[in-house]
C-alpha cells in the first residue's frame, strides 16, 4: 500500500528528527507507534482519510492525523521539512552508525559541537568522547570501527590510507620480484590531499605470478591479461598495478604519476623534438619505442631536468624545469623538529617526557609544546598557572642539557572577535594561533577575525588555518589572501597542520604563503607519541607547495624570533 509505506516513512522520520532536537519523549514514542500502526494497516489510507476515519486507527490521534493528511495532500509533513532545515543536515547521518541511538546523536552534537561523521572521527581520534557521560574507552572504539567501515566503502580517501595501500602493494612485488623495481605512482606519489586510487608501477614480474601475488592482498583481484592487475585494499582504496618491461619503465611511470596538464605539457615539447609521447609510450618519428628505463631519461629526452612528482600539476613546473629555476623543495630529512604537540596537560594521551621521548627516536632537535588554552574547556585547557607549571618543568629540564630541546608554547583558542585566549604574563617560545568554534562567521567577520590574530606579529603561528576536515567538513569561510597579506606583513607564521585529515594550509594556498614570504610552520598536531610521524604529510603538502627548507620555520635551527 503506496500511501501506507509514504505516511509510516514520514512519521519515522519525524519521531527521529523530533528525538534529536529533543522533543517531548511521549511526543517521540507516539509518532514511532503510529509509523508502524500505518505500515501494518491494511486500506490505503486516502479512502480512510476522504472518509475522514483516520483517528479510527489504534494509535493515531488527532494531531498525528492531521500529518497523515498532510503527507497524502502534499508528500510531507511541513513539521518535518520544519525541523530538517533546523537540526544540522549531517545528524540524521550519524544515527546509521551502528551504537549510534537518537540520545547519543543528539549528546554528541550539544556537548561536543558534532554534526558529521568526519568531525565524529576525529573526536573519537582524540577521546573526546570520553568525556561524555555513557562513552567509555569500549563505545569509541566501536564507534570508530563503524565510522572506518563505512569510510573502506566511500571512493575518496586520505593520502595516508593511499600510502599505506600502495607501499603494502610495494612489500608483495619486492618479494615476487626481488630483482625488479616498483615504485609508488599516481595521485598517491603527487601528494594529493586526498586519493581515488593508489597505483604502483613495476618491471620483471612473471605475469603468471603477478596475480596470484596481489590477490592475497587485495580483494576481487583481477588481471586485464595485458599487465595490469586491479582490487581492492582492505582499507577500501583501490590499487591497481601496471607492470612493463625494464626499458620503458621511466615513461611508464611518468605517465602514471602525472596530472593530465602535466604530461599534455610533456607531449607538447615531445612533439616539438620529433617524438610522440602517448599512452604511456614514447615513441621517435618512424613509430618505435624509445626506451627510458629511468624517469631522467625520460625527461632528458624532452630536455628538461627530473621534476619532483608533487609539483606535476601543469601548474609553471614545466616551464620552471625549462628554464632551470625549479625549487629546492623541503625534505623530510631537513626537518629539525616540530611545534603543535599537546600532553596529557590539556588532551593529549602522553606525558611531556614521553613525547619528548619520541620526538628524540625521531632524531628530532627541537619539539614545541602547545596544549590547548583555557576556554578550550572539552580538552582541559590550561590556565595562567598550570601554563607557568608546565613552563617551569621544560625550563628544568632543558636546563639539565636534555635532548631535544623543548619549546614553551599554548596553542590559544582565537576568540570570536580574533583576540587570542592567551595569559599574558606567562612566558611563551611561540604561540600556535586557532579557531575551534565560532565557525559560521560572515566571510568578512571571520577575516577580520584571523587578520586580528596573526597581527599579533612574530612569534604567531596560526593554526590549521581554515578548519577543514578532508572528506568530512569544509573550512570556515575566509579570505585566505587577505589573512596571508596580513601575516607577511606582521610576521607571523602559517601552519601547515599534518595531521592527514585537515592537511590545512591547504598546498594551493602554500604555493601563495611562500610567494608572500610567509614562514610555514609544518605542525603534527600531534595527541600521542605516533603521531609526530604525521610530519610526513606536512612536508608532502609544502613540497606540492612549492616550499623550500628556509621557507619552513621547523627546518631552521632556534631561535626563529
Ligand atoms: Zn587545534
Ligand atoms: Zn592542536
Known amino acids: ?81 520544519e525541523l530538517r ?15 549510534l541511538g537518537p540520545k547519543r546523536v543528539r549528546n554528541l552534537w550539544q556537548e561536543l559541537g558534532i554534526t558529521t561523521v568526519g568531525e565524529l572521527e576525529y573526536a573519537c581520534r582524540e577521546n573526546h568522547l570520553l568525556t561524555l557521560a555513557g562513552f567509555g574507552p569500549a563505545t569509541q572504539a566501536k564507534i570508530l570501527g563503524a565510522i572506518e567501515f563505512r569510510r573502506s566503502t566511500s571512493d575518496k580517501h586520505h593520502i595516508s590510507t593511499g600510502w599505506h595501500a600502495a607501499e603494502e602493494t610495494l612489500a608483495i612485488l619486492r618479494e615476487v620480484a626481488p630483482d625488479g ?137 614545466v616551464e620552471a624545469a625549462a628554464n632551470g629555476i625549479l625549487p ?49 574547556a572539552y580538552a582541559h585547557g ?28 599554548i596553542e590559544a583558542d582565537i576568540l570570536a572577535d580574533g583576540a587570542l585566549d592567551l595569559p599574558g604574563e606567562v612566558p611563551l617560545d611561540f604561540v600556535v594561533a586557532s579557531v575551534h568554534s565560532s565557525f559560521r562567521q560572515s566571510v568578512e567577520a571571520q577575516t577580520a577575525r584571523l587578520v586580528r590574530a596573526v597581527s599579533r606579529g612574530r612569534g604567531t603561528i596560526l593554526g590549521h588555518p581554515t578548519g577543514r576536515l578532508l572528506l568530512a567538513r569544509e573550512g570556515y569561510q575566509v579570505d585566505l589572501e587577505v589573512v596571508l597579506q596580513a601575516a607577511a606583513a606582521s610576521g607571523a607564521a602559517v601552519e601547515i597542520n599534518a595531521h592527514p585529515f585537515r592537511l590545512d594550509l591547504d598546498w594551493r594556498w602554500v604555493r601563495r604563503a611562500v610567494g608572500l614570504g610567509v614562514p610555514i610552520s609544518i605542525g603534527p598536531d600531534a595527541h600521542e607519541p605516533a603521531g609526530l610521524a604525521d610530519v610526513r604529510w606536512g612536508v608532502g603538502i609544502a613540497r606540492k607547495g612549492w616550499a623550500t627548507a628556509k621557507d619552513v620555520l621547523n627546518a631552521r635551527p632556534w631561535p626563529w624570533w
Not at 225 to 241: D, E, I, K, L, N
Request: proline share 5%; hydrophobic share 45%.
Open 382 to 409: 590550561l590556565d595562567a598557572t598550570r601554563l607557568r607549571a608546565q613552563g617551569e618543568a621544560i625550563a628544568a629540564r632543558n636546563g639539565r642539557g636534555e635532548r631535544p630541546l623543548l619549546l614553551r608554547g
Open 85 to 99: 532545515s533546523v537540526l544540522p543536515p549531517g545528524l540524521p547521518g550519524l544515527l546509521q552508525l551502528t551504537g
Open 181 to 317: 623495481t616498483a615504485e609508488v605512482a599516481g595521485e598517491v606519489r603527487r601528494f594529493c590531499e586526498v586519493i581515488s586510487e593508489a597505483v604502483v608501477v613495476c618491471t620483471d614480474v612473471e605475469p603468471a605470478a603477478l596475480l596470484p601475488a596481489l590477490a592475497r592482498l587485495l580483494n576481487d583481484a583481477i588481471g586485464d591479461g595485458s599487465g595490469q592487475v586491479t582490487g581492492r585494499h582492505a582499507s577500501g582504496v583501490p590499487v591497481r598495478v601496471v607492470s612493463v618491461p625494464r626499458g620503458s619503465f621511466g615513461t611508464a611511470i611518468v605517465w602514471q604519476t602525472g596530472s593530465g596538464r602535466h604530461l599534455e605539457q610533456l607531449a607538447a615539447r615531445a612533439f616539438s623534438g620529433g617524438l610522440v609521447l602517448a599512452g604511456g609510450v614514447l615513441s621517435d618519428a618512424s613509430g618505435r619505442e624509445v626506451e627510458c628505463p629511468g624517469e631522467r631519461n625520460l625527461y632528458a629526452r624532452i630536455g628538461l631536468p627530473w621534476i619532483p612528482p608533487e609539483i606535476r600539476e601543469g601548474d609553471g613546473e
Open 328 to 376: 629546492d623543495l623541503v625534505g623530510e630529512s631537513d626537518v629539525l623538529g616540530a611545534v603543535h604537540v599537546h600532553t596529557t596537560d590539556s588532551d593529549g594521551t602522553a606525558s611531556l617526557e614521553e613525547m619528548a621521548e619520541a620526538a628524540a627516536q625521531l632524531g628530532w632537535s627541537l619539539l614545541g609544546i602547545a596544549d590547548h588554552s583555557q576556554v578550550a
Open 1 to 81: 500500500m503506496d500511501s501506507c509505506r509514504r505516511a509510516a516513512a514520514a512519521l519515522e522520520e519525524l519521531a527521529l528528527l523530533s528525538e534529536l532536537a529533543g522533543e517531548n519523549p511521549f511526543k517521540v514514542r507516539a509518532l514511532a507507534n503510529a509509523a508502524r500502526a500505518v505500515l501494518r494497516f491494511p486500506e490505503d489510507l486516502e479512502g480512510v482519510s476522504a472518509r475522514g476515519e483516520l483517528t479510527a486507527i489504534p494509535g493515531i490521534g488527532k494531531g498525528i492525523a492531521g500529518l497523515i493528511e498532510e503527507t497524502l495532500a502534499q508528500g510531507e509533513p511541513a513539521a518535518l521539512l
